[in-house]
């Protein structure tokens, strides 16, 4: 890659971290549908990792896990019940949801465009199966354990509604990617056939 291709990758790849946090942090109601918010920073890494390769899901997750903390860190209740500001948590899961999108079934699905979308929704699952796991663990261990919802409720109102918004949203941003991304003609050099040295090694650590 030379220098004019990796400052186009550098400073389309920081316009789009931007947006998509920006925007859904500012505009939340606007990417609202069935009472979810698109999750624009969880699919745009998805996507990046995915159709871009490990070094670029992993670089990516973690400017987005990092701004994804500074605007809304979750903030848990302590056992004295006083909120505490928690960061890193975001940036520790963005990290893992670009290596993943990056390896996940790549030999079964050679980083289709049209595949992509299946990325999408299994870490999309993952991630919030996970999310309430963790929010049932935490309240039951600080002792503000009284109930929590249903197992129907988690999966029908919560989870799978989150799904299919995150669907609709990566549709646009896979358009994007493809024709206006961080690189000529949405194709990345060497992944084209779906592998790459960089995710050779990675595999080998």
Partial sequence: MNKKERARQIIVYAVYILSVCCLQVTFPHVFRLFGHTCD????????????????DGI??????GML????SGPVLTGIDRTPVAVLGIGLLAFFYIGLLSSVLFRKRFRRKYNQAIIQVVVLSA????LGHIISLFYLKISKNYQSYHSVRYILFSSILPQ????????LPLLLLLRFAGP??????????DGYSMEDRRWQKI
Avoid at 59 to 64: A, P, S
Avoid at 126 to 129: E, F, N, Q, R
Avoid at 164 to 170: D, G, P, Q, S
Wanted: positive net charge; hydrophobic residues 60%; charged residues 10%.
């Fill in 40 to 55: 624009l920073m969880l699919v745009f890494v998805v996507l990046s990792g995915y159709l871009f390769g490990t070094k």
């Fill in 59 to 64: 670089v990516v997750g973690l400017f987005v």
């Fill in 68 to 71: 994804r903390d500074y605007f």
């Fill in 126 to 129: 993952i991630y919030y199966s």
């Fill in 163 to 170: 799904i299919l918004v995150n669907v609709i949203a990566a």
């Fill in 183 to 192: 690189y000529k003609k949405g194709i990345r050099a060497g992944l084209i």
